[in-house]
């Protein structure tokens, strides 16, 4: 067992076992007067970016992988699809009046299918819209009828689909009844 012990050499010394001395590792009195203790420097680590602090704290799953991949993709097709849809209020044609009633009548045709064309893709744009939103929330891949995950295969062959495999053929099978 050790003890401390003052002597007359100095504050600073533990006597251990037989006289037997040793520095201590505080500074005497004297020598805390004389000279200040030297400036501690702390190690400053550098800021780490939101991104990089959120890329940490969240670990994605495999799961998770796949759906920010299909986030990428809705991403892409959404700017596509609005690209297309500038291009095309460009082209559309007016109204053309042509010598022959059968000119003037595949023109009006063509004229009506490229605008059935752009509100179906309108609507799509509104359900990728609608997808982003439920990846953002944490709400994604959840069947809007049951409550359980939509497969991921299914996800990525239909990403702005709201309902697993099982609830859409159902829905598809009442629609049937309700038509026949």
């Known amino acids: 067992m050790t003890t401390?012990?003052?002597?007359k050499g100095s504050a600073a010394t533990k006597k251990i076992g037989k006289n037997k001395r040793v520095a201590s590792s505080k500074p005497s009195k004297k020598q805390q007067k004389g000279k200040k203790a030297p400036a501690v420097k702390k190690q400053v680590?550098?800021?780490a970016t939101k991104a990089v602090a959120e890329k940490k704290s969240k670990k994605l799953t495999p799961r998770g992988k796949k759906l920010q991949d299909i986030r990428i993709i809705l991403v892409r097709q959404r700017e596509s699809l609005l690209?297309?849809?500038?291009?095309?209020?460009?082209?559309?044609?007016?109204?053309?009046?042509f010598p022959?009633?059968?000119?003037?009548?595949?023109?009006?045709?063509d004229r009506n299918f490229m605008l059935r064309l752009r509100?179906?893709?309108?609507?799509?744009?509104?359900?990728?819209?609608?997808?982003?939103?439920?990846?953002d929330n944490?709400?994604?891949?959840?069947?809007?009828e049951c409550g359980m995950e939509i497969n991921i295969r299914r996800l990525e062959a239909r990403?702005?689909?709201?309902?697993?495999?099982?609830?859409?053929?159902?829905?598809?099978?009442e629609e049937k009844m309700r038509e026949s």
């Open 4 to 7: 401390k012990k003052k002597t």
């Open 45 to 47: 680590k550098p800021k």
């Open 83 to 97: 690209a297309e849809a500038g291009e095309a209020l460009n082209v559309l044609p007016g109204q053309t009046i």
């Open 100 to 109: 022959d009633m059968g000119d003037q009548a595949t023109a009006e045709t």
């Open 119 to 135: 509100s179906r893709e309108q609507k799509l744009l509104k359900k990728i819209d609608d997808a982003l939103d439920r990846i």
């Open 138 to 144: 944490g709400t994604f891949g959840i069947c809007d």
């Open 159 to 173: 990403p702005v689909t709201t309902l697993c495999i099982e609830c859409k053929t159902q829905q598809e099978e």
